[in-house]
């Protein structure tokens, strides 16, 4: 039934939202305990620390980090206290890493909010975020699974190198679509990936969660390639949606990869190439080019086969109601409207 | 002997110096193995991480807080591949907190070097610190050692949240000693603290756990307030070294909290308000009032009496060489030119 309603509204965008929705609904007392007791680890003798953090982190987000991690527990046979902690450590990482983001970015805008740094100051931000980050320690040392410590203090590894990836290649318009998998794998897949495996190990070793991190892991590539396409223009557009923030930042993402790749002749290839090494204000010629070659669908195909590879991830797992949504979710994320 | 020789270099301040030689050369082999763990953990893939941490982390600086932990462990019976894990984990929680104090206090010196923040930029020095901080976890985590996991997370939190505090204190003239105090416990005390209980817990609970947080707690706020002395050119100066950049930077230290409190007249007080509130050029005018009114002295005099305490937590611990040559630092520290 629901599956049904996946596919009709797919042509609008509106799948994804209303997936995400059903998936909260059928963890919602888990997800509100789990609202509960990341607000309670925002609490500080210094208020700004709050203030700041529940700026980010308060009533919007789609928690969908956390929502794997809580799905993964559940499938996994090990829902509890300890999954609601890691959910909480698992948001906490996103947002400290959020945070810190929006700084290297200078960024202004997110969620159609002003950005932290903006409201609050860079310093703010950094200082913040490192509180967040240690709290989000804090939260996983209670579940005293040290598999999962491990892994999720790894994984944050690995998201830092996927950022200092992420500077080096900005403005390198001869970046590869392997060098940009590379740096998605490392700065947005590997925290779905370690937010499912943690989930799932929150009592103790699961055989469950290889199956559970691949989900996650091409769940969160797809989903990242969408964000990407979603910057051009491309994909179901959410009205109020600011676009060519990636073009402004010079972040080589998969349309750049793409369009450059098709260009027609040295000016065009010329164009690229400076508008990425000494940035451009020319937006419009960019979309116009990745709009000419249908480049965003190019990029929106790309999201569905690891959205695809996603789906499958699940199948060797034990029949479970929420499987059935995190498959829908997963096919649905290639859709998403923001 | 060592006592001896500490008592005359003192007038000079090369106690400190040649104690913490003393130290090093104590814990040679095991600091030895440390520094190796350190360089190990900074690999990555990516290379700019271990060029970036390398710069800061590098040959140079004390190792004063791995140097505690190992010692701690030492004194507790402890010592061994856990301790030398946590010394280093430490060690690298003060290179991210240091890298991204730099950026938030837009330093461009340290330790007479150019800070990383200018070598390589703002933004690579938040996203190195992050990742630095998260190897750090890693470290910690192999030791299985749970409730040093919880310490020195909560120490972190607490680190974080003594660096906002002491950015909204920044240009506060009102701002009073017990703030200040309050600022250094949080930022500066708080690691020795935990690398002292962390040393000494790393193979399971210690007895001697509080004894030797004692000592690192007080010997941590002793060394902080030499630092705030040392930035207007009091104390043992070491050559080379530049002062003023608290001043500059607006940082409420105790050389100026009590040269406030000893201003002789409105016009005195307006300047420490208005070059606080709005900052100043007129550095020679705040050393003249301080020197004028012995208020480095006093400010040092503040320091004596937290590295007696310091030394004076170590009496109810088991007899140890170890125990003879920190005491000996404790007490040097006030009089340390760097």
């Known amino acids: 039934m629901a599956l049904a309603a996946t596919k009709e509204a797919k042509t609008e965008g509106q799948a994804f939202p209303e997936v995400a929705a059903e998936l909260k609904a059928a963890l919602r007392s888990e997800l509100d305990a789990t609202n509960a007791v990341i607000l309670d680890h925002l609490g500080s003798r210094v208020p700004l620390i709050p203030e700041v953090a529940k700026h980010l982190i308060g009533a919007g987000g789609k928690r969908l980090r956390p929502l794997i991690t809580l799905a993964a527990a559940e499938i996994a046979g090990a829902g509890g206290e300890n999954a609601r902690y890691l959910a909480a450590a698992v948001e906490l990482i996103h947002a400290a890493t959020l945070l810190h983001d929006d700084v290297v970015d200078d960024s202004d805008l997110r969620r159609g909010f002003k950005t932290a740094n903006v409201v609050f100051g860079n310093k703010e931000s950094v200082l913040v975020g490192d509180f967040l980050f240690a709290r989000a320690f804090e939260l996983m040392v209670k579940t005293g699974q040290l598999p999962v ?190």
């Open 149 to 338: 410590l491990d892994l999720l203090s790894r994984a944050s590894c690995t998201i830092s190198e996927g950022e200092v990836l992420q500077l080096e290649t900005q403005g390198n318009i001869d970046a590869t679509e392997e060098m940009h998998l590379d740096v998605i794998r490392a700065k947005t897949a590997m925290l779905f990936e370690a937010a499912a495996r943690a989930g799932a190990g929150s009592l103790g070793a699961s055989p469950h969660a290889e199956k559970l991190g691949q989900f996650a892991e091409n769940f969160g590539i797809a989903y990242q390639l969408v964000d990407d396409a979603l910057d051009y223009g491309h994909g179901a557009q959410d009205l109020g949606k600011t676009i060519g923030d990636d073009f402004r930042e010079r972040k080589m993402t998969m349309p750049v990869i793409l369009a450059y790749r098709a260009a027609r002749d040295d000016s065009e290839r010329a164009y690229w190439r400076d508008a990425f090494a000494n940035g451009s204000d020319d937006f419009d010629r960019a979309k116009a080019l990745i709009d000419r070659d249908d480049i965003g669908a190019k990029a929106l195909d790309h999201a569905r086969g690891y959205a695809a590879q996603s789906a499958e991830a699940l199948d060797g797992l034990p029949d479970h109601p929420l499987k059935d949504i995190l498959r829908e979710l997963a096919l649905a994320s290639a859709e998403r409207p923001f």
